[in-house]
């Protein structure tokens, strides 16, 4: 019995453990620096023993704050240091504190350091729960073996670690402080292995509650630490401070403004985001957000133990939290909305779109909230992943919360909404306030707005924002919930889709056209471009900008679509009703007679009125509008109804490659035109016969002969004015007149023209007089025809006079009777 008691309680680690001159090569190494550092056994606190705990975190507090201990001395403590780690039975205050939690949840993992991690595993709440005795037993271990300082102290973690140190952190020198860092930065990615995760996390949680485990950060910190936060030296303790309380205040003086004064060092500051990138991985690392947030995480967040979704679930459900661990998620979503970077998953996520989107503004030390306005501007790019674009909606919906939660707006307005808008603090309710009190000076005509410039600036980019997702707008989408789950399913909520559906569904179809267009049915691409146009005027305005080389695709797809939707009927283009009001009844009132109010007219009335502007008969406001119609539908065919829908046919069969091409730009109607004799259908071979008749009248709606003999109309035809086929005109008479070199391409795409009008004219002959008289009359040979008419008459005339006339003469006589 003797014996087995000495086994137990004199083991060499042990008799260290409690007196370190039990170790000669220690007691001898260290006998200088210990007494150079005053770590000696006068100075020991409440004990006569020189304890091995003591003296180690006095010479490491003498290494922390920079001092010069000798390597072999190092040396010495790295052993010893890694001996308590491996074996807890060396700390009497573990056995003494954590007795029952190791008899309930470790028994049997005594060696390689598995007791300490399994207790660790129980702290973190995995596996049970742990006394505050136990729990502080742990952190003063954790602290008297300093594993921050070195990995290899724990060799739990080292080796359940090696693989990924020797792939993700090889850079790095062993045994650096930094690789524990690389490792969090490798959390939850594809390098990342289970058992090394477990271990990290179990070790980190015991490493962000004392901000001085961190090597790195306390070296870099240490001055700003003691300036602004009034800490101890390293190895001293305060009960008044909390854990994390330091690292608390660093992070507030991080992120002051040079107005607001007292801020960290560059350095410091860079640590602290480091840390702050770590601790959103994980909900535990951050000791004030679990200690104020248990009750809610297991109320609210119990079922979501995905990696990331505690936090995003604690600010899902900010309004229902208790008070304290409502201003801890509400003061850290403030941090994450001035530097996003802190959220490293979405960070990760979003990695493809930043390199491509948005690298300057990631480069940036300082963020003030650029990058993730960047990442909302292109959100609904193609590179956009589904997981990039889930978190940045996520955040958009978490900033609707209280207006705080977006930097730029926050830094902006904050004085206008102190003055303006007190006691109001979510951010629709702010900007509404904000946006009314800017229209009532507008409409005022107020001397000075109430509402700063700066503030106005970006109170325009928060309506934008807000206005291209429904549920950016919280009453709006809960009073539409059930309309959005039964009607718009397969609409996506991006780009104002759902809203610009459900505005189709409570207007009937040709009002809805007839509405202004928001300016958040526009995409951000598109606004650009029209800067101080007015809803009324916004689509008009694009459209004329449409084929600007600096257009947006998206953009230009955007407006495609609704002259597309225009196009199929009169009534849903406003400013072509007004300019033809006049002309619709009078050239095309049976079309209007056979159509019925609910339904689209599918062009009809566009395709007369482009009929009779060949004829050149319209007024001069209905002939600018439909030129402009020919003009675009002639680059683009989807833009003419009739000819879609009659030729779909031969779209398919004879021009499908020219319909594939991205960018339409008069490829399908050339093609058509080219393939007039082999088109079989008679509604379809009208339509490419209008085609060529409006071609006659004016050749800038034929943009491929137009494109050819650009250069021979500025030189041959220059002091002519465009329209009522002057200039076609001209080229023609060019064409015939020999002294005339025409370039090649324009001379054979006009000898193309006139083979097709000669076809056009067989088989499509004047229907009645005023056919015949158009026909000459926008003939290319009119000046030949008309003088060939006018001979004749000529000739009638001169016979008339020679022969006398042709009745028979009466006498004078019976002419007085």
Same mark, same amino acid.
């Given at each position: 019995?003797?014996?087995?008691?000495?086994?137990?309680?004199?083991?060499?680690?042990? $008799?260290?453990?409690?007196?370190?001159? /039990?170790?000669?090569?220690?007691?001898?190494?260290?006998?200088?620096?210990?007494?150079?550092?005053?770590?000696?056994?006068?100075?020991?606190?409440?004990?006569?023993?020189?304890?091995?705990?003591?003296?180690?975190?006095?010479?490491?507090?003498?290494?922390?704050?920079?001092?010069?201990?000798?390597?072999?001395?190092?040396?010495?403590?790295?052993?010893?240091?890694?001996?308590?780690?491996?074996?807890?039975?060396?700390?009497?205050?573990?056995?003494?504190?954590?007795?029952?939690?190791?008899?309930?949840?470790?028994?049997?993992?005594?060696?390689?350091?598995?007791?300490?991690?399994?207790?660790?595993?129980?702290?973190?709440?995995?596996?049970?729960?742990?006394?505050?005795?136990?729990?502080?037993?742990? =952190?003063?271990?954790?602290?008297?073996?300093?594993?921050?300082?070195?990995?290899?102290?724990?060799?739990?973690?080292?080796?359940?670690?090696?693989?990924?140190?020797?792939?993700?952190?090889?850079?790095?020198?062993?045994?650096?402080?930094?690789?524990?860092?690389?490792?969090?930065?490798?959390?939850?990615?594809?390098?990342?292995?289970?058992?090394?995760?477990?271990?990290?996390?179990?070790? &980190?949680?015991?490493?962000?509650?004392?901000?001085?485990?961190?090597? /790195?950060?306390?070296?870099?910190?240490?001055?700003?630490?003691?300036?602004?936060?009034?800490?101890?030296?390293?190895?001293?303790?305060?009960?008044?401070?909390?854990?994390?309380?330091?690292?608390?205040?660093?992070?507030?003086?991080?992120?002051?403004?040079?107005?607001?004064?007292?801020?960290?060092? +560059?350095?410091?500051?860079?640590?602290?985001?480091?840390?702050?990138?770590?601790?959103?991985?994980? /909900?535990?690392?951050? *000791?004030?957000?679990?200690?104020?947030?248990?009750?809610?995480?297991?109320?609210?967040?119990?079922?979501?133990?995905?990696?990331? =979704?505690?936090?995003?679930?604690?600010?899902?459900?900010?309004?229902?939290?208790?008070?304290?661990? +409502?201003?801890?998620?509400?003061?850290?979503?403030?941090?994450?909305?001035?530097?996003?970077?802190?959220?490293?998953?979405?960070?990760?996520?979003?990695?493809?779109?930043?390199?491509?989107?948005?690298?300057?503004?990631?480069?940036?030390?300082?963020?003030?909230?650029?990058?993730?306005?960047?990442?909302? &501007?292109?959100?609904?790019?193609?590179?956009?992943?589904?997981?990039?674009?889930?978190? /940045?909606?996520?955040?958009?919906?978490?900033?609707?919360?209280?207006?705080?939660?977006?930097?730029?707006?926050?830094?902006?307005?904050?004085?206008?909404?102190?003055?303006?808008? *007190?006691?109001?603090?979510?951010?629709?309710?702010?900007?509404?306030?904000?946006?009314?009190?800017?229209?009532?000076?507008?409409?005022?005509?107020?001397?000075?707005? +109430?509402?700063?410039?700066?503030?106005?600036?970006?109170?325009?980019?928060?309506?934008?924002?807000?206005?291209?997702?429904?549920?950016?707008?919280?009453?709006?989408?809960?009073?539409?919930?059930?309309?959005?789950?039964?009607?718009?399913?397969?609409?996506?909520?991006?780009?104002?889709?759902?809203?610009?559906?459900?505005?189709?569904?409570?207007?009937?179809?040709?009002?809805?056209?007839?509405?202004?267009?928001?300016?958040?049915?526009?995409?951000?691409?598109?606004?650009?471009?029209?800067?101080?146009?007015?809803?009324?005027?916004?689509?008009?305005?694009?459209?004329?900008?449409?084929?600007?080389?600096?257009?947006?695709?998206?953009?230009?797809?955007?407006?495609?679509?609704? =002259?597309?939707?225009?196009?199929?009927?009169?009534?849903?283009?406003?400013?072509?009703?007004?300019?033809?009001?006049?002309?619709?009844?009078?050239?095309?009132?049976?079309?209007?007679?056979?159509?019925?109010?609910?339904?689209?007219?599918?062009?009809?009335?566009?395709?007369?009125?482009?009929?009779?502007?060949?004829?050149?008969?319209?007024?001069?406001?209905?002939?600018?509008?439909?030129?402009?119609?020919?003009?675009?539908?002639?680059?683009?065919?989807?833009?003419?109804? &009739?000819? &879609?829908?009659?030729?779909?046919?031969?779209?398919?069969?004879?021009?499908?490659?020219?319909?594939?091409?991205?960018?339409?730009?008069?490829?399908?109607?050339?093609?058509?035109?080219?393939?007039?004799?082999?088109?079989?259908?008679?509604?379809?071979?009208?339509?490419?016969?209008?085609?060529?008749?409006?071609?006659?009248?004016?050749?800038?709606?034929?943009?491929?002969?137009?494109?050819?003999?650009?250069?021979?109309?500025?030189?041959?035809?220059?002091?002519?004015? *465009?329209?009522?086929?002057?200039?076609?005109?001209?080229?023609?008479?060019?064409?015939?007149?020999?002294?005339?070199?025409?370039? *090649?391409?324009?001379?054979?795409?006009?000898?193309?023209?006139?083979?097709?009008?000669?076809?056009?004219?067989?088989?499509?002959?004047?229907?009645?007089?005023?056919?015949?008289?158009? =026909?000459?009359?926008?003939?290319?040979?009119?000046?030949?025809? $008309?003088?060939?008419?006018?001979?004749?008459?000529?000739?009638?005339?001169?016979?008339?006079?020679?022969?006398?006339?042709?009745?028979? +003469?009466?006498?004078?006589?019976?002419?007085?009777?």
């Amino acid at each position: 019995l003797c014996h087995e008691h000495m086994e137990v309680n004199c083991h060499p680690g042990k $008799l260290i453990a409690q007196d370190y001159k /039990v170790s000669y090569s220690l007691a001898k190494s260290c006998k200088s620096d210990l007494k150079k550092y005053r770590c000696n056994v006068e100075n020991l606190p409440r004990s006569r023993e020189a304890r091995l705990s003591y003296l180690l975190m006095c010479l490491e507090s003498a290494v922390h704050r920079g001092r010069q201990v000798s390597s072999e001395c190092q040396g010495e403590m790295l052993d010893y240091r890694r001996m308590l780690m491996e074996d807890f039975s060396l700390s009497p205050e573990i056995i003494l504190s954590c007795r029952g939690e190791i008899e309930h949840h470790c028994s049997g993992l005594h060696r390689k350091g598995r007791t300490l991690h399994c207790l660790m595993k129980v702290v973190r709440g995995e596996k049970g729960s742990v006394g505050p005795n136990c729990q502080q037993a742990l =952190q003063t271990l954790i602290q008297e073996t300093d594993p921050g300082a070195d990995y290899r102290i724990d060799r739990a973690l080292n080796e359940a670690c090696e693989s990924v140190i020797q792939t993700a952190c090889k850079h790095i020198r062993s045994g650096d402080p930094m690789i524990l860092s690389c490792l969090m930065e490798h959390l939850y990615t594809e390098k990342m292995v289970e058992d090394c995760e477990h271990r990290l996390l179990e070790l &980190q949680y015991f490493i962000s509650r004392d901000w001085k485990l961190d090597v /790195v950060l306390y070296r870099k910190c240490q001055g700003d630490a003691s300036r602004l936060c009034h800490t101890h030296g390293w190895n001293e303790t305060s009960e008044l401070m909390p854990p994390g309380a330091v690292f608390s205040c660093l992070y507030r003086h991080a992120y002051r403004t040079e107005e607001q004064g007292r801020r960290l060092s +560059r350095e410091c500051r860079a640590e602290v985001q480091r840390i702050l990138h770590q601790r959103a991985m994980d /909900v535990k690392l951050d *000791p004030a957000l679990q200690d104020k947030c248990m009750i809610d995480l297991g109320k609210w967040c119990s079922e979501k133990t995905e990696t990331g =979704q505690e936090l995003e679930c604690l600010q899902d459900h900010l309004d229902d939290l208790v008070s304290d661990c +409502r201003d801890i998620v509400g003061n850290l979503t403030e941090l994450e909305s001035e530097d996003i970077q802190i959220e490293a998953l979405l960070m990760r996520a979003c990695e493809p779109i930043i390199q491509t989107f948005c690298h300057e503004v990631a480069d940036n030390q300082i963020d003030s909230g650029d990058l993730m306005e960047c990442l909302i &501007q292109n959100k609904h790019q193609k590179e956009m992943n589904e997981k990039c674009a889930i978190g /940045v909606t996520h955040f958009q919906l978490v900033q609707m919360k209280d207006f705080r939660f977006s930097y730029k707006f926050k830094m902006a307005c904050k004085e206008d909404v102190l003055k303006l808008c *007190p006691n109001i603090k979510k951010k629709v309710d702010v900007v509404i306030c904000l946006s009314t009190t800017v229209r009532n000076d507008t409409l005022q005509d107020a001397k000075e707005h +109430r509402v700063s410039l700066k503030c106005r600036k970006q109170l325009r980019v928060e309506e934008l924002e807000m206005t291209e997702d429904i549920r950016l707008e919280p009453e709006l989408y809960e009073a539409c919930k059930s309309d959005i789950k039964n009607y718009c399913q397969n609409v996506p909520y991006g780009n104002a889709q759902v809203m610009d559906h459900l505005n189709k569904l409570v207007f009937n179809f040709s009002l809805y056209f007839f509405l202004p267009v928001p300016k958040h049915l526009i995409l951000r691409e598109c606004i650009r471009f029209c800067p101080e146009a007015d809803s009324k005027n916004m689509l008009q305005c694009l459209k004329q900008n449409k084929n600007s080389e600096v257009m947006d695709p998206k953009c230009k797809q955007m407006i495609t679509k609704r =002259q597309i939707t225009q196009n199929t009927d009169y009534r849903l283009n406003p400013v072509l009703r007004k300019a033809c009001k006049a002309d619709i009844p009078k050239f095309c009132q049976n079309i209007l007679n056979r159509a019925k109010d609910d339904t689209e007219l599918e062009g009809q009335v566009i395709s007369c009125l482009k009929l009779k502007y060949a004829d050149q008969r319209l007024s001069p406001d209905c002939e600018d509008q439909i030129r402009v119609i020919i003009q675009e539908s002639a680059l683009d065919y989807r833009l003419d109804p &009739q000819l &879609q829908m009659h030729c779909s046919e031969e779209i398919s069969s004879l021009c499908a490659e020219e319909a594939a091409a991205q960018e339409q730009t008069g490829q399908v109607e050339e093609c058509l035109k080219v393939n007039l004799l082999k088109i079989k259908t008679e509604m379809c071979k009208k339509e490419v016969l209008n085609m060529l008749k409006e071609s006659k009248a004016d050749i800038f709606v034929d943009p491929v002969l137009h494109t050819a003999c650009a250069l021979d109309i500025k030189h041959h035809c220059a002091a002519i004015p *465009p329209g009522r086929g002057r200039q076609m005109s001209c080229l023609m008479e060019a064409l015939e007149d020999k002294r005339v070199r025409l370039q *090649p391409e324009c001379k054979k795409r006009l000898n193309d023209r006139i083979e097709m009008w000669s076809y056009a004219a067989k088989v499509a002959p004047a229907e009645g007089f005023s056919d015949l008289a158009m =026909q000459v009359m926008t003939s290319p040979s009119k000046n030949y025809i $008309l003088s060939v008419i006018t001979v004749g008459i000529c000739v009638l005339f001169l016979i008339g006079l020679m022969c006398g006339r042709i009745t028979k +003469r009466v006498t004078r006589e019976l002419k007085d009777r």
